[in-house]
């Protein structure tokens, strides 16, 4: 019996797509070993949302904690995935009545959505969104963290971020910009640590879903 992981992050290079006018990623040499130098050594300059990363309430709210702040325990542990990619009346908002369908003892959902397929180097705006009655039913069912594989929980225009602010308003920790292509739906340990950045709005993530085979 052994067991199979599951690497549900983006990976980060120059062509990985970013939010439009946000900082695009970029990897600098400091020291190179070709150069005569005894290492290898590399700095980077990135957004925080870049690719897989976990928001703070931070992002929406001025004082709001940052990622420093948050338990670690709401981003390892049983989750499920709910595969939403052939749903036949999602529409642009995931709605309380497509998460019915999720385990009542769960406490960890991702959303696997027709996001999955856009290459992390496009940016696709036609994304599905979270609603706020969404994330009102999450918290009444005691989930403790949202995933999804989107850029965003809200649409690409909204400035209001109203799934941001519920789900700040719920204490529900949130995952974005995942890659659930390869998963089916199903239940699944995670392990979706955000660095510890002080005073950061976000932090980039190494998502991993495992089960035992």
């Not at 769960?106 to 705006?125: F, G, N, Q």
């Not at 974005?176 to 005073?199: C, D, F, Q, T």
């Amino acid at each position: 019996m052994g067991q199979v992981l599951y690497d549900i992050s983006r990976v980060i290079t120059s062509e990985t797509a970013v939010w439009p006018g946000d900082q695009p990623f970029k990897q600098e040499w400091t020291l190179r070993k070709d150069k005569g130098a005894s290492v290898n050594l590399s700095s980077i300059c990135m957004s925080l949302h870049t690719a897989t990363h976990a928001d703070a309430p931070l992002h929406v709210r001025s004082g709001g904690a940052s990622m420093a702040d948050l338990a670690l325990d709401a981003f390892l542990g049983p989750a499920y995935v709910l595969d939403l990619t052939e749903h036949p009346t999602i529409g642009g908002f995931i709605q309380p009545t497509h998460l019915e369908r999720v385990p009542s003892a769960c406490t960890r959902v991702l959303l696997k959505t027709p996001h999955s397929l856009v290459p992390t180097t496009a940016w696709d705006a036609n994304w599905w969104s979270v609603s706020p009655a969404a994330v009102e039913w999450l918290a009444e069912q005691g989930f403790i963290l949202i995933g999804t594989d989107a850029p965003s929980v809200d649409p690409e225009d909204s400035k209001t971020l109203d799934a941001h602010h519920a789900l700040a308003r719920a204490g529900i920790v949130h995952l974005e910009h995942l890659s659930l292509r390869e998963v089916s739906e199903g239940s699944y340990n995670l392990a979706a640590l955000p660095l510890n950045i002080a005073g950061a709005d976000a932090a980039p993530v190494r998502a991993v879903l495992y089960d035992e085979a």
